[in-house]
């Protein structure tokens, strides 16, 4: 004979905790699917190219993967390649650093004080519209064939990216929130902590990523007009010789080179924007 009961059977319910959702489960699958085509591509690639040079274009102008590499093992096994990667960088972080500075107290110090903005800024711009490669003949008769000269082309383009950042940013600062600091008894330092940091920090780190391959630019431009050493040089060498093989092999060292410096900038760019972001967080009234 049966006994009824009341109470209703339930099954235990899995254990998920410590499992991946089926959402991440998809994420994760996403991004190395997209990794792997990516690879796929640039092997697609290289396999084109290397039977592709000779029968169909001829191999003086595009070189072969194979032949490029072999370049490339060259450059970066002889003191001489290093000595010419170890100029072009540090003139690219010299050049970089200057016009970040330079345009950062620019910026400031022009939206600051507005009317001298209004009467300056279209004197930048005009400035701002010369190509800065057709000033190089200009900085090379001040500083010569030497690292300053690329130092300086490179600081100018990047200094007028961060001015304009910068001054823009300072414009469009919103007035209401200066205003609420400063009924709250706020002085100058808070009203730069509360609203122009946080405000400025989003276009200044755009900044800094548009001007990194500037910098990178115009220090190539400088050792292609005149210089004895640095990767550009080597480039505009391996075009007189028509030597494809270095030529790419100097284009790859200028993309591991841009590669690396945006790497960085993005990594300080998302470490500053999360501090702050804590730092906001922080300031705010507890209720």
């Known amino acids: 004979m049966a006994i009824a009961t009341d109470k209703a059977v339930t099954k235990p319910e899995p254990d998920t905790a410590g499992r991946p959702t089926k959402k991440a489960r998809a994420g994760w699958h996403s991004t190395t ?4 085509l990516r690879i796929l591509v640039i092997l697609l ?17 595009v070189s072969k993967p194979t032949d490029v590499y072999d370049a490339l093992t060259d450059m970066l096994g002889s003191a001489a390649g290093w000595t010419n990667i170890k100029v072009t960088a540090v003139e690219v972080l010299a050049g970089f650093g200057l016009g970040v500075a330079a345009g950062t107290v620019m910026g400031l110090f022009l939206g600051s004080f507005p009317l001298l903005g209004r009467v300056l800024e279209p004197l930048v711009a005009a400035v701002n519209g010369i ?102 040089h080597e480039l505009f060498t391996a075009a007189q010789n028509l030597d494809a093989a270095s030529e790419f092999a100097g284009l790859i060292v200028l993309v591991a080179m841009t590669l690396s410096l945006n790497g960085v900038l993005g990594a300080l760019d998302t470490y500053a924007l999360k501090r702050l972001g804590l730092a906001a967080r922080r300031r705010q009234p507890k209720r």
């Open 131 to 232: 190509p800065k490669i057709a000033l190089a003949p200009l900085f090379l008769l001040f500083f010569g064939i030497g690292s300053w000269s690329k130092i300086t082309i490179a600081m100018t383009g990047v200094a007028f990216v961060v001015f304009y950042n910068i001054y823009l940013g300072l414009r469009l600062r919103e007035r209401e929130l200066v205003e609420v600091v400063q009924v709250m008894g706020g002085r100058r330092h808070h009203v730069m902590g509360y609203v122009t940091i946080p405000t400025l920090a989003a276009p200044f780190f755009a900044a800094l990523k548009t001007g990194g391959p500037l910098a990178i630019l115009g220090v190539i431009g400088g050792e292609f007009i005149a210089s004895s050493e640095g990767v550009g």
């Open 33 to 36: 699917s997209v990794i792997l």
């Open 45 to 61: 690639a290289l396999v084109l190219w290397q039977v592709m040079s000779g029968p169909v274009v001829p191999e003086y102008a």
